[in-house]
């Protein structure tokens, strides 16, 4: 059985940083601005243990109308539809994308993201990696 969980970079693994010009929350431009939240590592390592193959995507490499062919439609026809997750934290995107494929959906609720939590509904909900983990491997 194919497993496999999709996960969101800004806002599951790593923390936004504040913009430089707007003061707004946005994606880490530079290396040096990439900090992981707290948590990550052992989540990752207990998805792996579980037998979950966690591949991970950032800003641009999916949208919406793109998702049959796009960076999750190759890689989700080979999973069994039970065995493969989107770990997600918009509603207007990343759940839209992992439903459009047949995914379970969790949306974790990053405090910077809450304007894009309207429209999709998912499967899960959670507050934050640890807590998506756990619906993983707990429940699916």
Not at 24 to 38: F, I, M
Not at 118 to 123: I, L, N, V
């Amino acid at each position: 059985m194919n497993r496999a969980v999709f996960l969101d970079r800004d806002g599951v693994l790593n923390a936004y940083v504040r913009g430089p010009e707007a003061g707004k929350y946005d994606s880490p431009l530079k290396p040096e601005q990439a900090v992981l939240l707290p948590g990550v590592t052992e989540s990752l390592e207990s998805l792996e243990r579980a037998g979950y193959l966690c591949i991970g995507h950032g800003k641009g490499k999916m949208r919406a109308g793109q998702s049959s062919g796009g960076s999750y439609g190759a890689a989700g026809k080979t999973l069994d539809r039970h065995e493969g997750v989107l770990d997600g934290r918009r509603q207007d995107v990343d759940v839209l994308c992992g439903r459009s494929i047949g995914l379970k959906t969790i949306l974790v609720q990053y405090p910077h993201t809450a304007e894009y939590r309207s429209g999709e509904k998912m499967d899960y909900l959670a507050a934050d990696i640890r807590e998506a983990a756990r619906i993983i491997c707990g429940a699916l």
